[in-house]
């Protein structure tokens, strides 16, 4: 299954992806690696011709807020989500590492040209070298807050879109002890446009960050709920 996007027709074009292949009901997890491949097909295998025919001028200035100060992005699985690297990399001239989890061939597909490049990609199960390059360079990591796969051993529930998320929060705890700025970014599509949404820097502590955080995805899925690939995610309240 493939999605071509013209114009602003995201939602008729994945809700017709849907239609004719819908996800299987057999748990979270295949459902989300369903959606992840529709979103791979939207994009193609040329991220960087992408980025050009849907608005790379503007979509790279809108993140160059981030230049030579933010050194953890905290982003969602909503929209042109695997855009994110790309575009810090444009706009600030760093070098950045996308944080991919492991068991996932199809993202790990969309990488393809940062590997054959030799550039850095980091798993989900980060190890002490990948942190220190990290911090020893002024490389920006990128990490999804809204999935929080098996074996992440710092967690906290997040109360957000009426329900609940458990998120990852050790590097967010790592970045705060070392006060490096963090910030949250999503890339919604707008009419048929890459339309980057970077928020102000969060607070320093931990619960203070993660609470600001989810206000701030509350917004960003509010405002295009069909573009967010991680309800498998959310639990309800009372769950």
């Avoid at 695997?82 to 996308?98: I, K, N, Q, S, Y």
């Avoid at 990488?111 to 199960?125: D, K, Q, W």
């Amino acid at each position: 299954m493939t999605i071509r996007i013209t114009g602003s027709d995201w939602d008729t074009a994945v809700l017709r992806a849907l239609a004719a292949d819908p996800p299987p009901p057999s748990g979270d997890a295949d459902r989300h690696r369903h959606a992840v491949r529709l979103l791979a097909g939207t994009i193609g295998d040329d991220l960087r011709l992408f980025l050009r025919c849907h608005g790379a001028t503007e979509a790279v200035a809108a993140v160059r807020t981030l230049a030579g100060t933010t050194r953890l992005i905290l982003t969602t699985q909503l929209g042109h989500a695997l855009m994110v690297p790309l575009l810090v990399e444009e706009a600030t001239g760093r070098r950045t590492l996308p944080i991919v989890h492991d068991r996932n061939p199809l993202v790990r597909t969309m990488y393809e040209e940062r590997l054959r490049l030799g550039e850095p990609l980091l798993l989900t199960r980060l190890g002490a070298g990948d942190i220190r390059r990290w911090l020893g360079s002024d490389a920006v990591i990128v990490a999804n807050l809204d999935t929080c796969y098996p074996g992440t051993r710092h967690t906290r529930d997040l109360p957000v879109l009426g329900g609940r998320l458990t998120v990852p929060t050790g590097l967010l705890a790592l970045a705060a002890r070392r006060n490096l700025e963090t910030r949250a970014m999503a890339v919604p599509d707008v009419a048929g446009r890459i339309a980057p949404r970077v928020g102000p820097p969060l607070p320093a502590a931990v619960d203070a960050a993660v609470g600001a955080y989810g206000e701030w995805l509350d917004r960003c899925v509010s405002a295009a709920p069909e573009q967010w690939m991680a309800w498998g995610s959310l639990h309800h309240a009372n769950a």
